[in-house]
Each structure stands twice: as structure tokens, then as C-alpha cells.
């Protein structure tokens, strides 16, 4: 028995050391921010005509209003109100997206996140993950009491009321890593991706394929057998990596290469397909799975923002710490 307790003593040590930390740094913030960002995006850039399309009838209406999906906004609303619905949600993200009260925002935007998810046609992918991520934030979030998440961190709490915040944070980097070893793993198996032909057919699609702008450029660079292969499995290998990094890297300068690798991949997959949103949308939980609270802000502007705010007015500014 003794022996059991000392067991259950030795665990309980390691789950404060690890997990008993605030996770409500700028980098949170900051991540909450650019995952509003990319819901505002898509509501404001997509009237309800193309956001609730339905190609078997000429009126908008929702793509599912089945089981959860039912408590979508666009499903409660009447049909001569989905336009009002859209800017409704709009505001309601407006809190997370300016970082403001975050136990409120988070919830808010969460839902406004669910409805684009399960009620519309869904603009360039990424939304379900969006919803899921901001449901993880309503749980990390519920700790945050501050008016502005941009503010010094509170130590108001006991430090063990944040082990399920970490918890979930936990969660959600195993989900981002399931998702980019599927993506891996598909693409390996089909046949135009393991003889490394993908995307010069990719770049060939007229719906979905390269934009205008970079076309005639890739046709030129993807022309060679030796480059398409290269860039073809460069993205499978770069999945895979990525699937590993995000749950291995546990240091800073991993994660934060992790973080440049995720957001590099996105950002040409953005500038080639126009996927902007999928773009924001990744970055968003990109910085959430791999930018720790306790990382130091590597930019003075930031610095000077978070340090601002520990200032009462009037008084003067001293040396910037190194921030956490």
C-alpha cells in the first residue's frame, strides 16, 4: 500500500511539473485571433447564396440541418433571414478576433465557427478543423479571466485548475497530427502521387488547379521529369514530418521550426491554388500546437506591446523583460 501511494504521489509531481502550467500567453492569443480571422474571411467574402448553395434548388438553404447540425444558426434561422444570420456571426467573432474577454469570445466564436462547419458548403476545407480547434479553446479559455488576452498572464489561479487546458491542448496536436499523416499516407497510396506525377496534373485542373497568375510559370518548372517528382513527394515527406514534429518537439527551436515548415507549406499552397483561408486557417492551428506561453517573443514591436501594458499610464517605461 505504501508503496501504491508513493506511486500515486510520484505521478501526481509529474503531472504538475508538466501540465499544471497557463497556457494563456500572447502566443494563444494571438492564434485565437488568426482562427477568427479565417471564419470572418469566409462570412464576409461569401454572401448565404454561396455559402448555403444548393445546386437541386434556386434558394439558399443550408447544406445539413441533420442531428448536431441542427443547432447550426443558418438551421434556426428562416430563409429571409440568412443574410442578417451572416453578420450576426460576423459579430460574434469580433471578440476573439480583437482578443477580447476570452472566456466569452472563445465559446462565441466556436459557435459561429460550428454553424460555417455544419451548415454551408464549406469555401476551401479547413473548417472543420477550425471548429474543433475553437471548441478546444472554449475549455483552455474558461481559465482566462482578463478583459484582453494581450495582457500579462494572471497567477490568480492555482496553477493545477490549467491541467485540463493543457489536456486539451494535448488533444488537439494529436488530432493535427492524425491529419497531416492521413493526408500523408492517402496521397502515398494513390497512383498519380507514388510515381511523383501529382502535381503537374494538380497544376492542370481547371476548377482546382494552379492560378492563372504562377500557371505558365510552373508548366515551365513542372515540365521536368526530375523536378515534378522532387516537388511531388517534397509534399508527402513534408507531411509526414510535420505529423512527427507536432506531437515529438518538445524544445524550442523544434517547435518553432515546426511552426516555419507548416506555415511555409500552407503559404504555397496558398499563393499556387489561391487557398487563402485554408492558409489562415492552418496558421491559426499551426501557432496553437506548436508556440508554447512560455517562448519568448522573438519581435520588440510585441514586446513593446506586452510590456506597455504592464505600465500604468503615466508612468515611465522601463527596459523590456524577456517576455513568457
Sequence with gaps: MHRLTGGVEKLARIVIRHW????????????????????????????????LHDPTTARASPTSCDNLASLGAFCIASAEHLEQVRWLLILLCAPALLGLVPAVAAPLHAYAAFTVASNTVGIEGGDFLVASSSLIMVVVCATDCRLHGWSARSSARPASAYIPAQVFLLGLRVQVAYVY???????????????GSALWYWTQQPNFGARPEVRDLLEVVL???????????????????????????????????????????????????????????????????????????????FRLVRSTSRVREGAPLRALPRLR
Excluded at 499523416?181 to 510515381?195: G, S
Aim: net charge positive; hydrophobic share 60%.
Design 20 to 51: 499544471a502550467r497557463s497556457p494563456h500567453g500572447f502566443q494563444l492569443t494571438l492564434a485565437r485571433s488568426v482562427l477568427a480571422a479565417s471564419t470572418v474571411v469566409v462570412l464576409t467574402f461569401n454572401r448565404a447564396s454561396v455559402l
Design 181 to 195: 499523416l492521413e493526408a500523408a499516407t492517402v496521397k502515398q497510396v494513390h497512383p498519380i502521387w507514388a510515381d
Design 223 to 301: 515540365a521536368q521529369g526530375s523536378a515534378v517528382h522532387a516537388l511531388t513527394w517534397g509534399v508527402i515527406v513534408t507531411e509526414y514530418v510535420l505529423a512527427f514534429a507536432v506531437l515529438a518537439a518538445r524544445r524550442r527551436l523544434p517547435r518553432l521550426l515546426t511552426l516555419a515548415l507548416g506555415v511555409s507549406m500552407h503559404l504555397v499552397f496558398a499563393l499556387v491554388l489561391g487557398l487563402i483561408t485554408f492558409f489562415v486557417s492552418m496558421l491559426g492551428v499551426l501557432l496553437l500546437v506548436t508556440w508554447r506561453a512560455g517562448d519568448a517573443m522573438p519581435w520588440k514591436l
